[in-house]
């Protein structure tokens, strides 16, 4: 074998660079270097630049405002003790115009207490006319037995127009107190049937509304007009049918609170010996503040059974006044013959029994409370 043989042998043996597991260690390194001082630079020339100096703006200070001192809201009636206060509910009247004091006096849904009456002074009782015999009492329909149970009125006014629903309002278990419109036809007729029935009689009153796109109707009582006038329309309406205990307010928020007007009504109830139910449409009424002065007989609506009037809202206003007789001994709502409260004291009349609460007319609770 020569020495060129011998020289290719040992040539064959060796392997290529690129297959020499050192070389290919020191490649991935270098590559690996490289690629770092690359991402490095990229990073410093993409970085964010520094700030340069800038003057500072210093902020102005604050404007301090006097404080406005809190105002602390009237306690709510369930936190009131005294149950004889006259309550109401206070949220405007709605845009539309209604025939009902529920319409007019908006969602009366809460109960809210008047600020307290205080009595009359025995200077202003002096100058009072005399008053006449008790009618209030003589039409009164006779209380059911009490039984320390609380009470709860249902007056269910704006009746004797519609005649097919105020009779299927009489046709319900009583005693409930229906006060009829005085410019509705056939009264004798329908209040004796009424009160056949059992139910106890009222005179819905049309009173003033403080919008003039409510109608309240005919020989309403206006606040301008003079006390001649107004003592004429009401004796018109108390002339309508008989044997009622007095009268309740139909609208009326302008003439409610208007005193003098007032003055002129409870003066002739009064005289006649007559009570006042205020349906309470305004919390700015006056009318337990006058029917004091003149030793009305008087009380006060706490809850609205149809300001909206289908079942379910009826349902959940007789639950209210349940619960608010239950706290107060006693609790007088109103409703109007609309389908859906007739629906629901039908249901809910024949209830009170077995919950313990007594049905009563209103002149029960007025008899019971000072104010009669």
Do not use: C
């Amino acid at each position: 074998m020569g020495r060129r043989d011998v020289r290719k042998m040992l040539m064959g043996q060796r392997k290529p660079l690129w297959e020499r597991p050192w070389v290919l260690v020191s490649a991935m390194a270098a590559v690996l270097v490289v690629g770092l001082a690359i991402g490095i630079g990229l990073g410093r020339w993409s970085g964010p630049k520094p700030a340069l100096p800038v003057a500072i703006e210093q902020a102005p200070a604050p404007v301090v405002m006097p404080a406005t001192p809190a105002v602390r809201p009237e306690p709510a009636a369930e936190d009131n003790d005294d149950a004889t206060r006259p309550l109401i509910q206070p949220p405007p009247p709605r845009p539309e115009p209604g025939s009902s004091e529920a319409l007019e006096f908006g969602h009366a849904s809460e109960v809210v207490s008047l600020l307290p009456v205080p009595p009359p002074s025995a200077s202003a009782t002096a100058k009072l006319p005399p008053a006449g015999a008790a009618v209030w009492l003589r039409n009164a329909v006779p209380p059911p037995r009490i039984g320390g149970r609380p009470m709860i009125a249902i007056i269910i006014d704006d009746l004797g127009v519609d005649r097919k629903r105020s009779e299927r309002v009489a046709a319900l278990h009583g005693p409930l107190t229906l006060s009829y419109m005085t410019y509705a036809e056939d009264l004798p007729r329908q209040t004796h049937e009424a009160r056949a029935h059992g139910h106890e009689l009222m005179v819905h009153v049309p009173m003033q509304p403080q919008s003039p796109t409510y109608d309240p109707g005919p020989e309403v009582l206006e606040a301008a007009a003079p006390a001649d006038e107004i003592r004429r329309r009401l004796e018109w309406g108390l002339a309508r049918f008989d044997g009622f205990i007095g009268i309740n307010n139909h609208m009326g928020s302008r003439f409610t609170s208007d005193a003098a007007g007032m003055r002129v009504v409870m003066a002739e109830l009064r005289r006649r010996g007559l009570a006042f139910i205020d349906s309470v449409t305004s919390e700015k009424t006056v009318g337990a503040e006058t029917a004091r002065q003149f030793g009305v007989p008087f009380a006060a609506r706490h809850v609205f059974l149809d300001n909206e009037q289908g079942v379910a809202h009826v349902r959940a206003q007789l639950a209210k006044t349940e619960a608010y007789a239950r706290r107060h001994g006693f609790a007088i709502a109103i409703g109007h013959p609309h389908d859906g409260t007739i629906e629901a004291l039908a249901g809910w009349l024949p209830t009170l029994e077995g919950k313990a609460l007594v049905l009563v007319p209103v002149s029960t609770i007025v008899r019971a409370s000072p104010n009669g």
